[in-house]
């Protein structure tokens, strides 16, 4: 049986847009852009004949040159003293913990030569369990940032001295001390024991100060509903492994909230259907579509200002159930399809199996969410708050006040740790931090807060760092160097020891002794430090060495029943209110990669397409179909958002399939404008990107709030036009995706993938790998499509791995992005009651017929379904690219790889225009060495995250994914040195160890117990355009929602 | 009887005596021998702390009787409770001498005699300087000069020419020009049957057969020349010779580049490799003095090391590391491990590196080109008997021979049975290009 889905990827491709069909025709965008690639030369495209017969006898000349050339003078420049532990050309792996952000996964570095090329997650953490998001993953650039500080800066002039800035800033801090004037320390979550210790020892030096903790994207509503309702200001630990039904109010849990990787591994260990297990079932209420809801069961749209109203209704359904007290509330508390009544009766089945969460940062909402897992008895099952998480502690109300003292002259002395809120929070902080007669940031970049302080001291990047992190109660994860400074940088927590006359004494260097490189490396300060803070716990070397060789130690006390204290019948009040709410809303959320902004200077975040409207370098105002119809938005216009006082004009929209009708969307995180010369510098004269929302936020009830009601929304003046990726390397409407419901699966477990197979042919003799090929590896992949979240990780992997190059907005609007792995993402519209008359169609007809039914009515557009698909080059044995390559420089190994040979490759693009997955990639410029390209590649310290392993690409070749032949090459050298069987070989690409969703698997089809034999045998295996007989090496899982039907 | 016996007794003492004498006078030769066999070099030298203390004079700071306990067995000495013995322990960091109780007495005796006979050290030379060559090729003003040579032969040529032109130019305005083609320079220079073809013939002929020989030039040049650096052995900033020490010396390969085994590459040995041997080898093998070998001294330089201080101190906090001339040269696109050869296919070093225990100065012995890679991956054989990973391939070979399917592949030109790195994929692109 197979569906009637008709899937597509961009409104333009639903409404046949001119532009998009023209431009779809063409696997390339343009004809060689000549007169560009002349033009990095120096030379012009129009030039008459005497500048060819110019050139032409250049030409000739410089052949004759070139022939007399003998390659350059190289020279080699070995290790004086080779630490015992580096073997030039191998790899070494270290453990050490993400400080991306405060989530703080547990992570693996390679390091080759003494550079980290590459993070990873641990899998001995708890917190990553050996995934790592987007954002950790490109962490690594910002150790290789040209806008680093290279030295600490004070009142404006750099100076290499620490000890004169220690001297300036301490005379200061002693006389504040003696006038009892008040210090303070903001910093972001901090759960580092040693650094708190450290913070410890600055206060009691100077006992007037204190350390207020900021969180620019807060869970301030939580903290503060746990306060009041168990007495404990926390966020608790949330186990969705252990959870059958989740529900989620707006809140992103796999993409953005609180600590999505350990989340994504948790939910997706009951989303995958095997027989013998339940399926989870995961429903989403919210405004915006988020990543979360793509991936849920039942998506259902909601207005962010009624969240209160719906929490309220649910809660009544199931106090009805428990014979509890309830809440007096409207009727109006139900949305369509009585989906609050539905899913309250789920939960009700479920209960203590069950976990309902909210990402409101409202304290109201939370505590109903508190009382609603009450009833349902999900604490100390789903829910732990008595072993809670440190990740996030800040209390949005804490800063606001610092923010009136600091204005009011009541703070003597401000530090900034990790925070940016004269960006993040409030522009009154640049004048208010004035008024302080000491001002210091941490910050290692120039950044907005650090701009407007009088010393800057740049922290070391947390590669260079020692430190340890307890991100979840009684779990610890260390931090170790793993390069050494790559500027004149201290570690922060140095620089308060210092300033507090506490700095360790070095007398313990337990690599003193060692000769000249060991006496330049030894051991900071700041080792010493940790290492007696452990000494209770880790008393010797080897218990200390085992806890940083293995990145976690941990001591969890057994759980606590919790004791309730929260009546939400106190909350009716507030729970009216907001079914009054009347208007558009605007809803403001963190990007999946980008955050808080603090890594607004990563090119690999701008550039990686967003999960759900892979839209990149931008933030756009997200808008309902129906909304954009009413007034009159066509795709390249600009909208102006009016909140309150505040307008921002002629902000970047786009039409969002699945945003709920009467709100929009608008990311945080951008509009940086002293990040650097990627993110925007209006120092340096390079523009933000994006625009920066902030100033929108509004304040409820002490916390933050993210959505804001009653916003105006109207045409701007201005048209922009986002590099979207959405419909590039368009599938035409071909059968790509196959989905079927958990009912049918049970029934039958080939449900939705039991096509007919067409077409059968092929051009040439057979081709059979398994029995021609090698007699000792077959390479191929599986990609689960229900495990994929589309969280984008992989992508970045894979362009870290491979050296794919950066391009920029402006080639990604001209389709000429480089990326070797892209997630596809197909929309459906969910209520598919539309049948089409039993004629077969061309699915591109279909679409045409769903569009001219539309017509006025739009509300629907807001019930939208999803699938992710990642796709990249399939290595099909009958490949078509092969065939057409006039040079054979795409050829395949006996190993079953489709390979790519630069050397040869001369240009052609056949065999991109042959390719039916579009996956190949062509080099339209030099990337590398390029300034037209003002990344990472241009610029020495940028290139030492290039992987030595890979070639970099030059102009005019093509390129695509290898399935990491370089890996598969070391695996095998591997075990051929120990003498060990094919078998034995362990390989894992970069986008399958990256995925925090271990939806990707690679292995060996000659090996009948790996994991990939197995799942070619899985009956939801399927082939991508299997029709058309190429035979690829990657089959994809049926994606199995757990619904009714589909 | 007693008298002749005490005479004989006498007499054997003074013939002992006198033979004593006589092997006192041949000490000094027979010590400076066994001062080599001994390696006693290692460590000492006669005018400087090495490892050890400067042996010149050192019978006048001792006794020789001290000197013999000492040099026999200096541990037990030192056990013994000897104050000066500890001392000097102590005085070099801990760092004890070996034990020579293989050495009598007497041939204790020989050494001293030969350090006090020791000559001295004559002027010292030049202080080392630790720079590399550029390597450019030094025949370059020889090119240049060859090329000023032609212009100049070819203007000598186009010289003649006009004036060849000129003068019968000038005959023809005179009328004295004779009427036959006799005045052509070029055509009085051919045989009569040549001169009298058709001239545009004549001219395409020419062209096409200087062309075709430049063409077949030009290919070969590029085929077999363009980037190739066969040869190629480059002035270094040390002039360290392969010869002196895996050829004469008979280290192995595997002592300083230890990477040849683990690593894609085999490692060019950082410089405490070099001071494993070269703390106490500080003198060239030819000196006869006790100066450091300039070549040694650049170690030192790079590693600021003071070989007159001992221990952790002699190391100073200026180390300049030393640039080395690459001499194999891989363009960036293709991949090579050493590993893979060495440990795995257990390939000899001169299989790809030539003689290199010959090589004074060591040069590219291979072409390293593509061509020659892929005739060994042709025509090696592998020891798939030996390694599990290639337990496949071997089954698949025997079978295959037992069914007489496929079989010529597996007989090389010499008829030899083997499995090479091409039936195992080692032709395909992405085994070495990715």
């Known amino acids: 049986m197979s569906n009637n889905i008709k899937y597509w990827k961009g409104e333009e491709e639903l409404a046949k847009d001119p532009a998009f069909l023209a431009a779809r025709k063409n696997e390339f965008p343009d004809a060689l852009p000549l007169d560009e690639v002349l033009g990095e030369d120096g030379v012009e495209l129009n030039s008459n004949r005497r500048d060819f017969l110019k050139f032409f006898g250049f030409s000739v000349t410089a052949v004759a040159l070139a022939a007399c050339y003998k390659t350059k003078v190289r020279h080699a420049v070995p290790y004086l003293v080779k630490p015992d532990d580096v073997t030039p050309g191998v790899a070494s792996y270290y453990s050490s913990t993400c400080g991306s952000c405060s989530t703080a996964c547990g992570v693996e570095v390679k390091v080759r030569e003494g550079r980290p090329i590459k993070v990873d997650g641990n899998p001995r953490s708890t917190v990553s369990k050996g995934g790592l998001c987007a954002t950790g993953q490109a962490g690594i650039l910002s150790l290789y940032d040209t806008e680093r500080l290279a030295n600490p800066v004070a009142n404006g002039a750099e100076t290499a001295d620490w000890t004169k800035i220690d001297k300036l800033v301490s005379d200061k801090l002693k006389d504040i001390d003696k006038a009892k004037g008040r210090i303070v320390i903001l910093s972001n979550t901090i759960h580092s024991p040693s650094t708190l210790k450290s913070i410890a020892d600055f206060k009691s030096k100077f006992t007037t100060a204190e350390h207020i903790t900021y969180d620019a994207i807060s869970y301030s509503g939580i903290i503060s509903a746990n306060k009041d309702d168990f007495g404990k200001a926390a966020i608790p630990a949330y186990k969705f492994e252990n959870a059958e039904i989740i529900v989620s109010f707006g809140a992103d849990f796999l993409g953005t909230w609180i600590s999505p990787v350990e989340f994504t591994k948790g939910y997706v260990a009951n989303r995958i259907p095997t027989a013998g297990k339940t399926m989870s079932k995961h429903i989403q209420f919210e405004s915006n579509l988020s990543m979360t809801g793509t991936n849920a069961d039942e998506r259902f749209p909601m207005k962010a200002s009624k969240e209160l109203l719906y929490l309220g209704s649910l809660y009544n359904y199931l106090a009805e159930k428990a014979g509890n007290k309830q809440i007096p509330v409207p009727q109006s508390g139900e949305l369509a399809g009585n989906s609050i009544k539905k899913t309250a009766e789920l939960l009700w089945n479920a209960k203590g199996k069950s976990l309902v969460i909210s990402g409101s940062n409202n304290t109201a909402a939370q505590k109903l969410v508190n009382g609603i897992n009450m009833l349902l008895e999900n604490y100390g099952k789903t829910i732990d708050i008595s072993n809670h998480s440190n990740q996030f502690k800040g209390v949005d109300a804490d800063t606001d006040n610092l923010l009136n003292d600091l204005t009011t002259g009541k703070v003597s002395a401000v530090i900034f740790y990790n925070t940016n809120p004269v960006y993040s929070h409030n522009a009154k902080w640049a004048d208010a931090i004035k008024k302080a007669s000491l001002s210091v940031s941490f910050s290692s970049t120039k950044d907005e807060t650090a701009s407007v302080c009088q010393f800057i001291c740049p922290d070391n990047h947390y590669l260079e760092s020692w430190g340890d992190a307890e991100p979840k109660a009684g779990e610890y994860h260390f931090m170790q160097p793993t390069i050494s400074n790559v500027f004149n940088t201290r570690q922060s927590q140095l620089s308060l020891l210092a300033w507090a006359e506490a700095t360790p004494k070095a007398e313990n260097d337990p690599f003193a002794s060692k000769a000249i490189l060991s006496q330049k490396l030894s051991a900071s300060p700041y080792y010493i430090y940790i290492k007696s803070n452990w000494a209770a716990q880790l008393n010797n070397n080897e218990a200390f060495n085992k806890a940083l060789h293995d990145g976690v130690w941990s001591s969890v006390a057994e759980s606590k029943p919790v004791s309730y204290a929260g009546d939400v019948t106190t909350l009716t009040n507030e729970i009216l209110d907001s079914g009054k709410a009347i208007g558009t809303d605007l809803i403001l959320y963190s990007q999946v990669y980008l955050k808080d902004g603090a890594h607004g200077n990563n090119p690999w975040l701008h550039e990686l397409p967003d999960p759900v409207s892979k839209v990149t370098w931008d933030n756009y105002v997200s808008l309902p179909k129906s909304l954009a119809h009413k007034i009159n938005f066509k795709e390249g216009d600009t909208v102006n958002v009016k909140v309150g006082n505040t307008t921002l004009n002629n902000v970047p929209a786009m039409v969002q399939p699945g945003q709920a009708n009467e709100t929009v969307g608008l990311a945080l995180g951008y509009g940086r404008t002293a990040a650097g010369k990627v993110g925007g510098s209006k120092e340096k004269g390079f523009d933000a990107v994006g625009v920066s929302a902030w100033p929108l936020i509004s304040s409820k009830n002490g916390g933050r709030s993210w959505f804001t009601n009653g916003v105006e929304i109207t045409k701007g003046d201005e048209s922009y036009a986002l590099a979207q990726t959405q419909t590039h390397h368009s599938i035409e409407g071909r059968d790509l995706v196959r989905e079927a419901s958990y009912s049918e699966w049970k029934k039958n477990p080939t449900a939705g993938n039991d096509k007919e197979k067409t077409h059968v042919y092929t051009i040439w003799e057979k081709r059979d790998y398994r029995k021609d090929g090698s007699p000792n590896h077959l390479w191929a992949m599986a990609i689960d499509l229900n495990a994929c979240t589309g969280c984008g990780s992989c992508v970045v992997s894979c362009s870290i791995e491979n050296n794919v190059p950066v391009v920029g907005r402006e080639e990604i609007r001209l389709r000429r992005e480089m990326t070797w792995i892209r997630i596809d993402r197909y929309y459906s519209f969910a209520n598919t009651s539309k049948e089409i008359d039993g004629n077969y169609v061309t699915r591109e007809k279909e679409i045409g017929q769903i569009d001219q039914a539309d017509k006025g009515d739009f509300a629907h557009w807001e019930n939208i379904k999803v699938v992710h698909q990642p796709m990249m080059c399939q290595h099909c044995s009958q490949a078509p690219c092969e065939t057409v390559c006039p040079v054979l420089a795409t050829t395949h190994s006996t190993e079953g790889l489709n390979q790519m040979t630069y050397n040869r490759c001369i240009g052609t693009k056949y065999c991109g225009n042959n390719c039916p997955y579009k996956v190949r990639r062509f080099n339209w410029f030099r990337y590398n060495d390029n300034d037209k390209f003002d990344f990472h590649f241009n610029n020495p310290l940028g290139k030492m995250v290039i992987n030595p392993d890979v070639t970099v690409r030059t102009r005019g070749v093509m390129e695509k994914c290898s399935f990491c032949v370089q890996r598969i090459q070391e695996g095998k050298l591997k075990a051929k040195r120990e003498g060990k069987s094919p078998n034995e070989v362990k390989v894992e690409t970069a986008c399958q160890r990256a995925c925090p969703a271990n939806a990707i698997v690679f292995g060996d089809l000659h090996n009948p117990e790996s994991e990939i034999s197995k799942l070619y045998k899985n009956e939801r295996a399927f082939g991508v355009l299997e029709e058309i007989n190429v035979q690829s090496s990657v089959k994809y899982l049926t994606k199995i929602r757990n619904t009714e039907t589909i | ?434």
């Open chain 2, 1 to 434: 009887m007693q008298r002749q016996m005490r005479t004989l007794v006498l007499a054997a003492a003074i013939s002992l005596s006198v033979s004593l004498k006589a092997e006192f006078k041949a000490s000094a030769e027979e010590g400076k021998k066994l001062y080599e066999a001994n390696n006693c070099g290692s460590c000492h030298a006669m005018d400087k702390k090495v490892v050890g203390p400067a042996l010149r004079g050192v019978t006048e700071r001792r006794s020789e009787e001290w000197l013999i306990k000492w040099i026999r067995n200096n541990e037990a000495f030192r056990k013994s409770g000897d104050a000066d013995a500890n001392a000097l322990y102590k005085e070099y960091g801990g760092a004890a001498m070996n034990i020579f109780e293989n050495l009598s007495p007497d041939q204790v005796k020989n050494i001293l005699e030969y350090i006090k006979t020791a000559p001295k050290p004559v002027a010292p030379k030049a202080a080392a300087t630790v720079e590399g060559d550029s390597g450019k090729s030094d025949s370059n003003s020889l090119y240049i000069m060859l090329a000023l040579i032609g212009i100049f032969v070819i203007v000598l040529i186009i010289l003649g020419k006009v004036r060849n032109t000129l003068r019968r130019l000038a005959a023809e305005q005179d009328g004295t020009a004779e009427d036959n083609a006799k005045g052509s320079f070029i055509k009085g220079l051919m045989p009569a049957k040549l001169a009298k073809m058709n001239p545009t013939v004549l001219t395409v002929f020419t062209v096409v057969i200087l062309g075709g020989i430049g063409f077949v030039w030009s290919y070969k040049f590029g085929i077999t020349e363009v980037g190739v650096q066969k040869g190629y052995a480059p002035k270094q900033p040390i002039a360290y010779s392969h010869k002196l020490h895996a050829g004469d010396l008979k280290i192995d390969c595997k002592y300083c580049h230890i990477g040849v085994e683990e690593s894609k590459s085999a490692t060019i040995p950082s410089l405490n490799i070099c001071m494993n041997c070269h703390k106490g080898v500080q003198k060239a093998s030819t000196a006869e003095g006790d100066e450091i070998s300039p070549e040694i001294a650049k170690i030192y330089k790079a590693l600021d090391y003071n070989p007159e201080k001992i221990g952790a101190e002699a190391f100073g906090q200026n180390p300049k590391p030393i640039r080395w001339v690459r001499i194999h040269n891989l363009p960036d696109h293709a991949y090579f491990n050493h590993s893979q050869h060495v440990k795995v296919a257990g390939l000899a070093c001169q299989t790809c590196h030539g003689p290199i225990e010959k090589m004074e100065v060591v040069q590219q012995w291979s072409s390293l080109q593509m061509g020659w890679c892929i005739d060994c991956h042709r025509n090696a054989g592998i020891d798939a008997a030996n390694n599990n990973y290639y337990a496949a391939l071997h089954e698949k070979a025997a079978k295959d021979l037992k069914d007489h399917k496929n079989k010529s592949q597996y007989f090389g030109p010499d008829g030899k049975v083997k499995i090479t790195p091409a039936m195992n994929g080692g032709l395909e692109c992405a085994k070495c290009h990715y």
